[in-house]
C-alpha cells in the first residue's frame, strides 16, 4: 500500500521517524511534512504565496506551508504515485486541541477531498 504521512510537529519531529520505521515495514512510504513545527495550524491553507518542496537528507520532503498543504501537495500531484491512505502522527505530547482544530482532523479532511 502506498501511504503519504505527515504531521504538525514538522518534518524533522521524533515522532514523524518512529511512525516512518514502523510503516516502511509493510508498505511505500512517502513523508511530507511542514518545515517547521506549526501544532494548531490545523485545516488552514497558504493561499497568498507559493508553498516550496524542500527536499530532506533522509528522503523526506519539508514545505513552507500548513498541514493541510502537506496533504494537499500529497495527494493533488506532489507525488508521482497517489497515495492509498494518508496517516498522520505521531503527535509530540498531549493533543490539546480541540478535535476540529487537531492536525489529525485536517489531515483527514484535506485527505477525504
Known sequence: MQLLISNDDGVHA???S?????LTKDHQVTVIAPDRDLSGASNSLTL???VRVIPQENGFFGIDGTPADCVHLGINGALDIA???VVSGINHGANLGAVSYTHLRAHETEADL
Open 14 to 16: 521524533e515522532g514523524l
Open 48 to 50: 497568498s504565496r507559493p
Open 83 to 85: 497515495p492509498d491512505m
Open 18 to 22: 518512529h511512525l516512518v520505521q514502523q
